[in-house]
């Protein structure tokens, strides 16, 4: 099966077609600038190329990667009919998904009615879906989202403790979000240890980071909230943060609220921690060379992700399984080691030979350990294809 994987942004569209049972990839690529000029880049193995062609819209966009994907030089198929399926990213499912949705007025409907929880990537979600509706009216969509994962979570964990009119009237609450990524390492963690009834910490660190308390494959709660703002600092978004830093800060500097939540998710986190950057490689880089600034950054960071662990410990009452992904978690030895020596109380022991490995799949603590904990390297796309490969062949 070819599933076409899309997850289309403001102004860019990223796309894979891949097999979602093997999960290769026959080509990938990416859309930038749309609306603005224009540039597909395009890759098949190790062969890169890169065409300014122009996009007004996403549906440019999506036609230049249907092309692109039938060249006979560039691409991997004969016609657009070898692609079975298409699968897209959407962020916000709102209360109204906790599942995959195969993609018809209904779903669209329900995914405009959640624009107000999205506002920004929802629109751009359904660009790229009507897009691909428009040139390719037969082929069957789906929308996957990042908060459908979350649905499971119990309501002492989803509530806000604000007036209940908020809840019933506006849908306000704890959704999460890198729900689909969350939901890859625990199926992968599953099947790595051949069983499913386990207690597990999912630590997502990435540019974005977030947490998940999973119990027998069911999330439970997670660090992120009614947007990707809340929870542990990241690359530049503050985390958890008490809400009185927003009113002080628009009274004394007459901002807006708006502008104050642009400053808390685009120039804070660690970013604003060590007045450097927003990339991990480049704090590790100044903590070397003794930048004091990097180096509380990093502290402030691993900090907060152990104190999460600590939390859905006692939130799941033990834990059986830690498992690190995305960039950081991937391929950050320090950030692994750092974070599990908070966690000795746990029992968690880990083997730094295994732990200096970057970007591998494997079991990364110490046999006597009383916590398993594994490096997962996260799949969104492939975890995207293979819940559209589900709903359309359950469809047929
Ligand atoms: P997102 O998908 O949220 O944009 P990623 O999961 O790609 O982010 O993670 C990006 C982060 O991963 C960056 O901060 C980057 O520094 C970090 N990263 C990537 N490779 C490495 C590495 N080899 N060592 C340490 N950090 C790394």
Redesign the pocket.
């Known amino acids: 099966m070819n599933i076409l994987v899309i997850n289309a942004g403001s102004s860019s569209l990223k796309y894979q077609l891949m097999d979602p049972e093997t999960g290769d990839v026959s080509a990938k690529g990416l859309c930038e600038r749309i609306y603005i000029d224009g540039r597909l880049t395009h890759k098949v193995g190790d062969k890169k190329v890169v065409k300014d062609i122009p996009m007004p819209t996403h549906s440019e966009a999506i036609a230049a990667v249907l092309e692109i994907l039938q060249d006979p030089q560039e691409g991997v198929i004969k016609s657009v009919d070898e692609i079975d399926a298409v699968g897209h990213r959407v962020l916000h499912g709102g209360m109204k998904f906790s599942d995959s949705c195969i993609i018809d007025d209904a779903c669209i409907k329900a995914i405009e009615e959640c624009i107000p929880l999205g506002p920004l990537h929802n629109p751009a979600n359904l660009m790229g879906i009507r897009a691909c509706q428009a040139v390719m009216p037969n082929t069957p969509q789906v929308a996957v989202f990042d908060t459908a994962f979350h649905m499971t979570m119990p309501p002492k964990a989803y509530r806000y403790a604000i007036p209940t009119e908020y809840y019933e009237n506006d849908d306000i609450r704890r959704y999460g979000f890198h729900g689909t990524s969350h939901k890859y390492v625990a199926r992968r963690a599953a099947a790595l240890l051949g069983k499913t009834d386990f207690k597990m910490i999912n630590c997502h660190l990435?540019?974005?980071s977030s947490l998940c308390a999973i119990e027998n494959g069911k999330c439970m709660d997670t660090s992120m909230g009614l947007s990707p703002l809340a929870g542990v600092p990241m690359?530049t978004r503050c985390g958890d943060i008490d809400a009185c830093v927003v009113q002080f800060i628009c009274n004394k500097y007459g901002m807006s609220v708006d502008e104050c939540l642009t400053m808390l998710n685009k120039k804070s986190g660690v970013l604003a921690l060590s007045e450097k950057s927003?990339?991990?490689?480049d704090l590790?880089d100044g903590e070397k060379h003794g930048d004091e600034k990097c180096i509380l950054a990093l502290q402030k960071f691993f900090y907060e992700v152990a104190k999460y662990i600590g939390a859905y410990t006692a939130a799941l009452n033990g834990v059986d399984v830690i498992t690190f992904t995305?960039?950081?978690g991937e391929?950050?030895p320090e950030t692994r080691q750092t974070i599990c020596d908070y966690l000795g109380y746990l029992g968690v022991k880990i083997d730094p030979e295994k732990n200096s490995k970057?970007g591998k799949e494997m079991c990364i603590s110490t046999p006597d350990s009383k916590v398993q904990v594994w490096v997962i390297p996260t799949n969104e796309e492939l975890m995207i294809a293979q819940d559209t490969a589900e709903l359309v062949n359950a469809a047929k």
């Open positions: 990435g540019n974005g690359g927003s990339d991990f490689r590790e995305a960039g950081v391929n950050g970057r």
